[in-house]
């Protein structure tokens, strides 16, 4: 119907707007281009819009908020086909903006230093020496963030392809740096999710392209990985003392149930005697 020829012509269009992107043209994202995600037909066009998205990212990093979180909105649970083409999507986003992200981690750690310096020193610091987040990457770390926790729930998808891609995107470098800069929020997640099914899923196949994914994850980050080990021993040891002091209640309560049933037995007895 002429969609891809108006978004190849709208690509070349955005490639050539001004930095920063007028806020007319965000308008046109949000209210045009991201609603033709929750379309039937996404296949005929899709590669035309992701162009176009995508240009939008690299003049304007702060668009991925717009494009990612109306995809979030959108994220088509009942089709296979094009939650796999999403997540085809939100790598290639992800791509375009990774200088960002890389920036992002940098300002994130001044941050967090300079809170840990307040801490220390136990005063206030000037307001030029300190580094704060502002509204839009805090808005940015929130929707990245989502889109992890979105694709821990497709690896868990019933459908075996839908799952394999959500498996196979964290070996790209986009999805391992989102990771690296925000795994204070992502990486219990990831790993609950990646041990589950190793141990869970329904498919064999899917369950060994699972371990390899947490082998893989394990060499990105060891440090993490042998926390969490050591905390899921500890965890284990617990509900093992506490499955052991149940079962020993349990057993004492109906020992002394059955001495009961033998002293009331007794006393039975003795007085069939008497009479």
């Keep these: ?36 995600h929750k379309t039937y037909h996404l296949d005929a066009f899709h590669e035309e819009l992701v162009q176009c998205c995508t240009q939008f990212i690299v003049k304007d990093a702060h668009s991925a908020c717009i494009v990612l979180g109306g995809m979030l909105k959108f994220w088509p649970v009942t089709s296979a086909l094009k939650e796999q083409l999403f997540m085809d999507e939100i790598v290639l986003l992800l791509n375009a903006c990774s200088d960002y992200i890389e920036q992002f981690g940098c300002n994130k750690a001044a941050a967090a230093a300079t809170a840990q310096r307040v801490v220390a020193e136990e005063e206030e610091e000037d307001e030029s020496e300190a580094y704060v987040l502002s509204a839009k990457e805090l808005q940015f770390e929130a929707i990245i963030v989502a889109v992890i926790h979105r694709l821990c729930k497709c ?14 995107i964290w ?12 795994g204070d929020q992502c990486w219990s997640t990831v790993h609950t999710t ?16 699972a371990k390899n994914v947490l082998a893989d994850l394990q060499r990105t980050n060891p440090e993490f990985f042998k926390t969490k080990t050591t905390v899921v021993r500890v965890s284990k040891l617990q509900r093992l003392e506490r499955r052991q002091k149940t079962e020993a209640k349990s057993k004492r309560k109906e020992r002394e149930c059955r001495w009961n049933k033998v002293r009331q037995l007794a006393i039975h007895q003795v007085n069939l005697i008497n009479k």
């Design 194 to 209: 990646l041990q589950n099914m190793t141990e869970k899923y329904w498919l064999p196949d899917i369950r060994q392209v």
């Design 155 to 168: 690896m868990f998808s019933p459908h075996h392809q839908v799952s394999e891609r959500a498996l196979l």
């Design 1 to 36: 119907q002429g969609i891809p020829e108006i978004l190849a012509i709208f690509c070349s269009i955005v490639q050539g707007l001004n930095v920063p992107v007028k806020s007319d043209y965000h308008v046109l994202l949000r209210n045009v281009l991201v609603p033709l």
């Design 171 to 182: 070996k790209e470098d986009s999805l391992k740096l989102c990771l690296d800069v925000f």
